[in-house]
């Protein structure tokens, strides 16, 4: 079945644990991408990558960091993650990064920063 | 700049029909996509308009008009299941999101 996994579905950390969360694709696509949703916000890009070895920042990279050394996969890394990144994290991917193409999302990571 | 505007909520009928508006103003313009996106879950595509006119597609359409920076999805017959959140989303590059319109199907 083509997907998006995402690991952990929930997570509840402390202030200044490093934390990764995982995303992996099935379907070869070439464009990954992290997104944020906040109440009122809607969802903000974090981080981009448009295929192995490049990745962009997005709207709100501060604070985070990713890494694309395989195609399928897509990690998301909080160094020191902050209260104020507590927030539903998506991971999403697409084939080529097209701006006409459908995105296909990962269940979602909620994530509590005590 | 980049903007996307649509109702934050809205609230029908079973078996009614609803219509969910959505205005934009963005630059590099290219097609607007519906998604839905149940409570705690993941969005899912619904539809992408990059001409003019409706698209139907079972019980949604999807309209666009680009003179006028205006789209609107329409649900028929509404059942207790498509209470969920439709995010209308700009087909910029970056994708530009709108913050979505929470709907409640009440009986």
């Known amino acids: 079945e083509a997907q998006v996994t995402q690991n952990p579905r929930y997570l509840i950390t402390v202030t200044g644990k490093k934390l990764t969360v995982t995303c992996s694709q099935n379907m070869n696509h070439e464009y990954m991408s992290w997104y944020r949703q906040d109440p009122g916000l809607g969802l903000r890009q974090i981080y981009y990558s448009m295929n192995v070895e490049v990745t962009d920042k997005g709207d709100v990279p501060e604070g985070y960091k990713v890494s694309r050394k395989e195609k399928r996969n897509f990690p998301l890394i909080l160094e020191s993650p902050s209260p104020n990144q507590t927030s539903l994290y998506f991971c999403?991917?697409?084939?080529?990064?097209?701006?006409?193409?459908?995105?296909?999302f990962g269940s979602g990571t909620q994530l509590s920063v005590l | 700049g980049q903007n996307i505007d649509q109702p934050t909520e809205m609230t029908a009928t079973e078996g009614a029909i609803v219509q969910i508006n959505c205005t934009y103003q963005t630059s590099g313009f290219n097609g607007l996509f519906w998604y839905q996106q149940h409570a705690g879950e993941a969005p899912t595509f619904l539809s992408y308009?990059?001409?003019?006119g409706l698209e139907e597609k079972g019980r949604f359409s999807s309209f666009l008009s680009r003179s006028k920076g205006y789209s609107y999805l329409l649900l028929k017959e509404l059942q207790m299941k498509d209470s969920a959140s439709y995010l209308c989303v700009s087909g910029n590059t970056p994708l530009v999101f709108g913050k979505g319109t929470r709907l409640s199907v009440i009986a």
């Open positions: 308009n990059v001409l003019d």
């Open positions: 999403a991917s697409s084939l080529t990064g097209f701006s006409n193409e459908k995105l296909f």
